[in-house]
């Protein structure tokens, strides 16, 4: 078999349009194996099968074998709602839609389903003795915080503490430990798409409870996650996987919607907030050096939370997939040269925007967390792990 060189990499959110991840990814690792594999909500599920050692068309088997709509799980909030829309006058209130079968969910615990049979789904279908971060060790011999102990980095949103936080090592926060931080429950933390899914709901040391939920809500596309400091020579690149709309990509100018999203219900202004803040990501904002190393695939046009996909737009998302990672190959040429002129074009900026990025930390006085920001660990520690990691 034909050498592959080393690399890391990022998936962006994109709920059921993962498959599209999953086709660009067949092709990518054709050439390339992950060291350190990271991502968000969508993209996160991609990351942490990937981190197991699946492949990509092992992970594409075990999607097509789960009913996605079986994570739509609702808990005894919901029944009760289903009753009590039917005794009650919400009945003749059409413009409430869906949210009468839910009112009493989503007052009561900011959301309509339950997520805890995403996780068990995902728990039947890791693979044996790979359920927690501690089994997925990069680095045994790097500190808990640091951020190449693990091979696998997963984005959320603390809604109570109001940042963005990086998993396993940001659970030491809530007093946990991140060797035994379940990878299903990362997960659920980072899907949860607000009102759609309920928070995820973690204690602190101090006994406040913290919300989390989806991650795209911060950091849909963290390409930024496995970065090398300053003055640190990366030994490898990070490629980033990103979904986008065939309008998105013409310009960077998204033209007016010829079709605008109807608004009757609280169900359907959550489901327009969360597509909102993951289509309105508009692609000219996504710095020179993270598009050029950036496998640009194309989402068909499917919603992001159309759990009901046909085989048809399956495969077409696969496809998809597989077209842009092959003209991103094509682009990229032979993988060690294609490397080399990246870091000689790029590699300044990425270094003037960690500065910058530096400079706002130490502006920025946090109340929440008694450390420094997740982003940009302990340079001492972080210095340590690179020199191994290198």
Known sequence: MPEKFKADAVFEGGGVKGIALLGALSVM????????????????????????????????????????????????????????????????????????????????????????????????????????????????????????????????????????????????????????????????????????FEPWKLKDTAGRVHHVVDGGILSNYPIWMFDAPPGEEPAWPTFGFDLYSPADKADGHPPWPAKLAEINSIFHFGKTVWDTLFSAMDRRYIARRHWARTVAIDGCGIPTTKFALTPEEKEALWQSGVRAARAFMEQWGDPEAGFRRWKAQYRREVEEAQRLARERRGAFSESSFQSPHPLLPHAPALQRTCDRRR
């Open 29 to 196: 690792e054709e050439a390339w194996s992950w060291e350190n594999v990271g991502g968000t909500s969508a993209g996160a599920i991609v990351a942490a099968f990937t981190a197991t050692g699946m492949a990509a068309r092992d992970i594409r088997r075990v999607l097509d074998s789960i009913d996605l709509q079986e994570i739509m799980d609702t808990g005894w909030e919901d029944r009760l709602d289903w009753w009590l829309s039917r005794l009650s006058p919400l009945r003749l209130v059409s413009p409430l839609g869906v949210a009468r079968e839910h009112l009493f969910s989503v007052l009561k615990e900011f959301g309509i389903f339950e997520g805890r049979r995403f996780m068990e789904l995902v728990n039947d279908h890791l693979p044996t003795g790979k359920h927690t971060f501690g089994d997925l060790l990069y680095d045994p011999d790097a500190p808990k915080d640091s951020p190449y102990r693990y091979k696998l980095r997963v984005v959320a949103s603390d809604l109570t503490a109001h940042r963005m936080v990086v998993l396993p090592q940001d659970i030491v926060h809530y007093g946990l430990d991140p060797d035994g931080l379940p990878i299903a429950e990362a997960l659920r933390m980072s899907m949860s798409i607000p009102i759609f």
